[in-house]
């Protein structure tokens, strides 16, 4: 989804903007050579103030090329970043859950444009002065403070460069969610989760970036009338880690909230590693009043009569789950209630307004 690329240090870019005007400079230097030997052609100038006038011209060139270029090269940044007015709330949702939240990215961004308004703040001061300078000493130090204060301009941002970096490379690994109806399949490792959306979507299964998990998520769709029209998302390693930090834990909940129903898996075989009071125990906590969760019954065709008494016994305690132990049933429960729910079901809300 995002492929926002690298922002380097403060440093990088006020040195390359002064190597620029240095560049500029050289070059510049002959032209204004040239133009002033025809002035002084025919106007009376004293060698001294020809020499002042060379300079002064010089020198307020440089000025605002220097400008332009920090203009440049700060806004280009700034647009490397998107509108987060205009981005699905999943993303401001998972960028919030990270160390580099949108306010601080907005921030920083704010910051890049303090350097652009600064630097056409001195820029417009320091042209000015220079137009009045009398004396090639003068103009020396007014050139010399001016760009002591552009360069300050830039170390006093350093935070900010170093934030949208970190923002960028967490940005750039989350995976790129569509503005669908969406099923989460949640449940530990192993339960059966894979299995179950392979079956159900066919096999066109696409792994994306999940900066929280180093397996990924799983995503894939389901057609309604040969349109995209579902998206499921299965959540490897999430939702069944024994160790959660704050951040996975806070991701879990975005992705639980984003969806429109989830389906949790269990596996009453126990073949996954996992007893049943544990995956219980995850169906709790993943369980909210306001988000339909349907269960699935996995491995259901290698059941021995232990699984089947365990499933029993428990089955009485998850009397308010709809389940199913079949796929194509569940698919077609998918389908219902996306049909059932679609009309009240609008992507435009997933955007966010902030
Ligand atoms: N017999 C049987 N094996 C299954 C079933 N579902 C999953 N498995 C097996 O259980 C293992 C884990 O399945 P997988 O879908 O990768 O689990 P996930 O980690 O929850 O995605 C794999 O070896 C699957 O072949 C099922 O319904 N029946
Ligand atoms: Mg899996």
């Known amino acids: ?80 970043f998107p509108n987060f007015m205009k981005v699905n709330k999943v993303y401001v949702d998972l960028i919030n859950t990270s160390e580099t939240p949108v306010r601080d990215i907005k921030e920083a961004l704010a910051d890049l444009k303090w350097i652009c308004d600064g630097s056409d703040e001195f820029t417009q001061k320091t042209e000015f002065k220079l137009k009045k300078v009398k004396s090639q000493e003068t103009s020396g130090f007014l050139m010399k403070k001016h760009l002591g204060k552009i360069n300050s301009l830039f170390s006093k941002s350093k935070k900010a460069f170093k934030t949208l970096d970190d923002a960028r490379m967490f940005m750039n690994k989350l995976p790129t969610f569509e503005d669908l109806y969406t099923v989460t399949i949640a449940g530990f490792p192993n339960v059966g989760k894979s299995t179950l959306m392979k079956k159900v979507t066919g096999s066109n299964v696409e792994i994306q970036n999940y900066p929280f998990t180093t397996k990924g998520l799983m995503f894939s769709y389901l057609y309604y009338k040969e349109q995209k029209a579902i998206q499921m998302i299965d959540t490897p390693g999430l939702l069944g880690r024994d160790k959660n930090n704050g951040i996975e834990e806070r991701a879990e909940i975005v992705l639980r909230d984003y969806c429109q129903s989830m389906i949790f898996v269990i596996d009453f075989t126990e073949s996954c590693g996992y007893r049943v009071e544990q995956q219980l125990a995850l169906l709790k906590k993943v369980s909210s009043d306001d988000k339909p969760v349907v269960l699935y019954l996995s491995k259901t065709d290698i059941y021995n009569e232990e699984d089947t008494e365990r499933r029993i016994e428990a089955m009485k305690g998850l009397k308010k789950y709809k389940f199913f132990t079949d796929s194509e049933e569940i698919k077609k429960f998918i389908l219902d209630d996306y049909l059932a729910k679609k009309p009240k079901f609008d992507p435009s809300k997933l955007k966010t307004i902030r």
């Open 1 to 80: 989804m995002f492929k926002i690329p690298k922002i380097e240090k403060e440093n990088f870019y006020i040195d390359r903007a002064m190597k620029s005007m240095q560049d500029f400079a050289a070059k510049e230097k002959l032209v204004v050579d040239n133009r002033f030997k025809r002035v002084a052609s025919f106007q009376r100038k004293t060698a001294e103030e020809n020499n002042l006038n060379k300079r002064k011209d010089l020198e307020l060139q440089k000025v605002r090329h220097l400008n332009t270029k920090i203009n440049n090269d700060v806004r280009k940044l700034m647009k490397q």
